[in-house]
C-alpha cells in the first residue's frame, strides 16, 4: 500500500472524503419518504478499477434524472477526493485524483480539477499528495497538500523500530481560475492533513512527524500560524468544526493499540483544554460537528446513526437501523444530513431529514461513488 494511502486514510474517514463500492446488494428496507425532496448532492462517480470518473448532479429521490457536469480522466484504479467551491461566479466540484500510477514510495502524482456547475472542466495544480483532498475555507480559499518525497530512512538493527521518512511538506493556496498557487506553509514530516474549516480563512492542520502529531491553525491568506494541540501519539482522526461553540471536534484513540476511541472537542481561540464528548469501543466513530449544534456519530457495535445534543444527551437514530452511519455533511440550515450507511451486505448514499427522519436512499449501483456534498444554493 502506498505509504501517503496509509496515513491519509485514517485522517479522511470522516472529514467525508472516502469513496465506496454500492455493489448490487438486496433491497435495502423500506424507508419513510421525506415529505420534502432533498437538495441534490454532487458526487464524484466511476467504475473502482478505471481511469474516468464522472462529476455528477444528483437527486438522492430520484426526483429527476442525475446530471453530468464533467468528466475527468486519470490513473486506473485511482482514489478520487473532493470538495465544493462557492464562487462569484457560481459553485464548482474539485477532484483530487492520481494522474500516474503510483511509484513505491513516492505519493505526490496527484492534481486538482475544477468542475463547475455549467460543465466546464480545468486542470489547475498538480504535484498534490495521494489520496489527499482540497479543503475551502469559509471565505473561499483553496488549500491543497503538495510536497517532494525526502530520502529513504536508514534502518538502524539496534533500535528494531519503525522509521517514517521525513518528507518537504507544503500547503498551498490555489486561484481556483487560473490555479496560480503561493505556499502558505511548509514543514518537513509525514503529513500536513488540512483538518478543518474554520471561521474566515482559518483552518485547522494535522501535522504528523517523527517527534509526535500536533494540531495548529493556519490563516489561508497571511500564512500565520498558532499552535492549537500536540506534542501527542499520531491517533486522531475524522475532524470537523462546530462553528457555534467554536471548538475543533475529532475522534482519538484512549492510548496506541486500544480499542477504545473518545471523541473530543478542542477550543479554537482560548485555554485548548480537550472535553471528552463520548466514549466508546470503536475506530469509526466517525464524528461530526452539526450546523445547529451537537454531534452526530455511528454507534459502537455498528447500532447506526446516533445523535450528541448540546447538553450531552445522546439520542440513537439508527434510520436505516443496524449498520455503520457516517456523517458527511448538512444543509447550512441544519434539515438534512449527508450519511453513508453501511453494513457487511450493502453500503447506501442517504438524505436523512432530521425533522421527522424520513430519508432518501441510493443504493444498488456498481461504481465507486464519492459525495462532496449537497450542491451548494441549498438551504
Aim: with cysteine; proline share 7%.
Amino acid at each position: 500500500m502506498n505509504r501517503w494511502l496509509r496515513w491519509a486514510s485514517p485522517a479522511l474517514v470522516l472529514s467525508g472524503a472516502l469513496a465506496w463500492h454500492l455493489s448490487s446488494t438486496p433491497a435495502l428496507e423500506a424507508q419513510p419518504r421525506p415529505r420534502a425532496h432533498p437538495p441534490a448532492v454532487v458526487t464524484l462517480e466511476g467504475p473502482g478499477d478505471g481511469g474516468q470518473t464522472e462529476v455528477l448532479l444528483r437527486w438522492l429521490d430520484g426526483a429527476s434524472p442525475p446530471r453530468v457536469l464533467g468528466r475527468i480522466t486519470h490513473a486506473e484504479g485511482s482514489a478520487r477526493r473532493g470538495a465544493l467551491l462557492r464562487g462569484e461566479d457560481g459553485w464548482s466540484a474539485l477532484a483530487v485524483v492520481a494522474m500516474e500510477d503510483p511509484v513505491r514510495g513516492e505519493g505526490y502524482r496527484s492534481a486538482l480539477w475544477r468542475v463547475t456547475a455549467q460543465g466546464r472542466v480545468a486542470r489547475l495544480a498538480d504535484g498534490l499528495v495521494d489520496a489527499s483532498n482540497a479543503l475551502v475555507t469559509e471565505r473561499g480559499a483553496v488549500l491543497v497538500q503538495r510536497g517532494e518525497a525526502g530520502p529513504e530512512p536508514v534502518l538502524d538493527p539496534a533500535r528494531r523500530a519503525l522509521v517514517e521518512r521525513e518528507d518537504r511538506l507544503q500547503l498551498d493556496r490555489v486561484d481556483p481560475v487560473s490555479g496560480a498557487r503561493v505556499t502558505v506553509w511548509s514543514g518537513r514530516g509525514q503529513l500536513a492533513f488540512l483538518a478543518a474549516a474554520l471561521r474566515g480563512d482559518e483552518l485547522a492542520v494535522y501535522h504528523v512527524t517523527s517527534a509526535g502529531a500536533y494540531v495548529f491553525v493556519l490563516d489561508a491568506r497571511s500564512g500565520a500560524v498558532r499552535p492549537l494541540l500536540g506534542p501527542a501519539p499520531a491517533l486522531a482522526r475524522d475532524f470537523s468544526f462546530d462553528a457555534t461553540r467554536d471548538e475543533l471536534v475529532f475522534a482519538r484513540a484512549e492510548a496506541p493499540g486500544s480499542a477504545r476511541y473518545e471523541v473530543l472537542a478542542v477550543p479554537v481561540h482560548g485555554a485548548a483544554t480537550p472535553r471528552v464528548l463520548y466514549t466508546g469501543a470503536s475506530d469509526h466513530l466517525m464524528p461530526r460537528a452539526l450546523p445547529r449544534g451537537g454531534v452526530a456519530l455511528s454507534l459502537p457495535g455498528d447500532e447506526g446513526l446516533a445523535l450528541r445534543g448540546a447538553s450531552g444527551d445522546l439520542a440513537r437514530l439508527a434510520p436505516l437501523g443496524a449498520g455503520s452511519d457516517c456523517p458527511l455533511a448538512a444543509t447550512r440550515d441544519g434539515r438534512w444530513l449527508l450519511l453513508r450507511h453501511s453494513t457487511t451486505q450493502r453500503e447506501a448514499l442517504v438524505a436523512l431529514d432530521l425533522t421527522d427522519l424520513s430519508a432518501a436512499v441510493y443504493g444498488d449501483h456498481g461504481a465507486l461513488v464519492e459525495p462532496l456534498g449537497f450542491a451548494p444554493g441549498s438551504p
